[in-house]
Antibody, heavy 123, light 107 residues
Framework: QVQLVESGGGVVQPGRSLRLSCAASGFTFRSYGIHWVRQAPGKGLEWVAVISYDGSTKYYADSVKGRFTISRDNSKNTLYLQMNSLRAEDTAVYYC????????????????WGQGTLVTVSS | DIQMTQSPSTLSASVGDRVTITCRASQSISSWLAWYQQTPGKAPKLLIYKASSLEGGVPSRFSGSGSGTEFTLTISSLQPDDFATYYCQQYNSYPLTFGGGTKIKIK
């Protein structure tokens, strides 16, 4: 069955960096675009970033552009999110989620989601 | 950016009630709209995509309609498992955006 397992969350001071990982199994990882979506405590969902199936196309939310970098290693079935210059407002549960449709960076809802990893930015 | 506005933000209902949630987009998104259900401590789950297509395994009491800028999610007869928070999401263009959520509470 499809599994997405996030890791790498924790408590970090403002201005520092953290790298999240999302390990995928149960589907052809290299064929699907994959996203990061976050949810601040008690708040709604916020899309963060996407990377296309082959890594050639990336988009970011304005709130993280220039600070976060999404990447993937299709040989390891793993997605990453490098988060630099972290701020208190980046505190959230971070989910990875794959595209519903294969090989499309556009017009695809989210299909499977991981369980999330909590990032807390605090001094 | 496309803004998604959901209403109501909270809804109190009883088992067996018919419930409707509305989602409005700030510009036309054709039918590129999805609905998700989230229960506390869990990841969201896809219910409806392309405005009205029911995801496999989702009970038929859930239905979606609309196109352009106005969309609705209807639960025809609310069941105990349906007390949750529901989000609409547009995937017409980047940045992808969600509505603020609708929490369905037990009356």
């Amino acid at each position: 069955q499809v599994q997405l397992v996030e890791s790498g969350g924790g408590v970090v001071q403002p201005g520092r960096s953290l790298r999240l990982s999302c390990a995928a199994s149960g589907f052809t990882f290299r064929s699907y675009g994959i996203h990061w979506v976050r949810q601040a405590p008690g708040k709604g969902l916020e899309w963060v970033a996407v990377i296309s199936y082959d890594g050639s196309t990336k988009y970011y939310a304005d709130s993280v552009k220039g600070r976060f970098t999404i990447s993937r290693d299709n040989s390891k079935n793993t997605l990453y999110l490098q988060m630099n210059s972290l701020r208190a407002e980046d505190t959230a549960v971070y989910y990875c989620a794959n595209d519903y449709y294969e090989s499309s960076a556009y017009h695809s809802p989210f299909d499977y989601w991981g369980q999330g990893t909590l990032v807390t930015v605090s001094s | 950016d496309i803004q998604m506005t959901q209403s109501p933000s909270t809804l109190s209902a009883s088992v067996g009630d018919r419930v409707t949630i509305t989602c409005r987009a700030s510009q036309s998104i054709s039918s590129w709209l999805a609905w998700y259900q989230q229960t506390p401590g869990k990841a969201p789950k896809l219910l409806i995509y392309k405005a009205s297509s029911l995801e496999g395994g989702v009970p038929s009491r859930f239905s979606g309609s609309g196109s352009g800028t106005e969309f609705t999610l209807t639960i025809s007869s609310l069941q105990p498992d349906d007390f949750a928070t529901y989000y609409c999401q547009q995937y017409n263009s980047y940045p992808l955006t969600f509505g603020g959520g609708t929490k369905i509470k037990i009356k």
